[in-house]
């Protein structure tokens, strides 16, 4: 396995086991945000060991303060970003936002209830962050529960099916002159919590069938940074090394 998957399920074993549906909204909430910080952590953790100093979030000590989420200066106001690596000569570089729906709604018995209020807050924070640093690398994760690629009916798609339909608008922003609204690299991603491997499974956005390594999604956006910002950084077998 691939340092950040070991890394990925290490973290989500300290999650813990996932409430049942009938837990209270509080558990559920709850819940949602110890996967966001858990993965969060994560990925820092490996972008740090990619060369991507001072990455957020950290345990203290590692970068010299606190090591919490960054509240990052935007076009649109200040807003609070999951994962980042900002610098004091170029600001942010690089930032993910992580997303999770785990839960089915109690009415629909599907998991599309808050599809749209989170495609909302992901593109909000695209925006006000694109505006102020329009070569920063944006990505976004957009966890779900794996019975989102199966809660089909004769009548509709599945909300995997749908997301990806609904979201393929918002990536492949390939020009820092591009639509602010855009994320640089989008993917959804299918969580089986209880699972004892092979937990977590990413689509890029546009995909539905074809399964990205979370490695090569992490090759990926440490590429198109060193891309943004070739007069500081080059990419070397998928680290970021200083010119």
């Given at each position: 396995m691939a340092?950040?998957?070991?890394?990925?399920?290490?973290?989500?074993?300290?999650?813990?086991?996932?409430?049942?549906?009938?837990?209270?909204?509080?558990?559920?909430?709850?819940f949602s945000e110890r996967i966001s910080q858990a993965v969060a952590e994560a990925i820092a953790d490996e972008l740090r060991h990619r060369g991507l100093d001072g990455a957020r979030p950290a345990p203290p000590g590692i970068t010299g303060d606190t090591g919490a989420e960054r509240r990052m200066a935007g076009g649109i106001g200040a807003k609070k970003v999951d994962v980042t690596w900002a610098t004091e000569e170029s600001g942010l570089l690089?930032?993910?936002?992580?997303?999770?729906?785990?839960?089915?709604?109690?009415?629909?018995?599907n998991f599309q209830k808050n599809l749209t209020n989170r495609r909302g807050d992901m593109l909000i924070e695209a925006v006000t962050l694109h505006r102020r640093f329009p070569y920063a690398v944006l990505a976004a994760l957009f966890f779900l529960d794996e019975g989102a690629a199966r809660d089909n009916t004769g009548q509709r798609?599945?909300?995997?099916?749908?997301?990806?339909?609904?979201?393929?608008?918002?990536t492949g922003r390939d020009d820092p002159a591009g639509r602010d609204e855009q994320f640089e690299e989008f993917y959804l991603i299918l969580l089986d919590i209880a699972a004892k491997t092979n937990r977590i499974r990413a689509f890029a956005v546009g995909d539905l069938h074809t399964s990205v390594p979370m490695e090569e999604v992490l090759d990926r956006l440490v590429e198109l940074v060193a891309v943004r910002n070739p007069d500081f950084y080059e990419c070397v077998n998928g680290r970021v090394v200083r010119l």
């Open positions: 340092r950040i998957d070991d890394l990925l399920d290490a973290a989500l074993d300290r999650v813990g086991a996932k409430p049942p549906d009938t837990a209270s909204q509080s558990q559920k909430k709850a690089l930032g993910i936002s992580i997303k999770t729906i785990n839960y089915r709604d109690a009415r629909s018995g798609k599945s909300t995997f099916e749908n997301a990806h339909r609904r979201l393929a608008l918002f």
